[in-house]
């Protein structure tokens, strides 16, 4: 069993930044893709950005811009830095990893970002 593990997580006030990090217990080689998601009160869970095996990475409108994914194939770690952070940024994070093959999806249990003065 895959088990993502994010951190990085807080509070901020308007105009600041954050580093959010998610572990994996294996290899991220073995995904195809992995994202972030974000979940605010009373709203549905939102892509945030996604960065493929290979290739482009695709981010959300509403953060292009701000914020940037990236991967590191040998700590098995994904991250996202946020900068200019806004209230409406406040919502518990996600990291999800997904293999192709087997079609299965991973999710971390999130982390809670909160962007308030």
């Known amino acids: 069993q895959v088990h993502l593990v994010e951190s990085g997580g807080g509070w901020v006030q308007p105009g600041g930044s954050l580093k959010l990090s998610c572990a994996s217990s294996?290899?991220?080689?073995?995904?195809?893709?992995m994202a972030w998601y974000r979940q605010a009160p009373t709203k549905q869970r939102e892509l945030v950005a996604m960065?493929?095996?290979?290739?482009?990475?695709n981010y959300a409108d509403s953060v292009r811009g701000r914020f940037t994914i990236s991967k590191d194939s040998d700590k098995n770690t994904m991250s996202l830095e946020m900068n200019t952070l806004q209230p409406e940024d406040t919502a518990v994070y996600y990291c999800?990893?997904?293999?192709?093959?087997?079609?299965?999806?991973?999710w971390g249990q999130g982390t809670q970002v909160t962007v308030s003065s």
């Open positions: 999800k990893a997904s293999r192709y093959g087997t079609d299965t999806t991973y």
């Open positions: 294996e290899s991220i080689l073995t995904f195809n893709e």
């Open positions: 960065i493929p095996y290979a290739g482009t990475s």
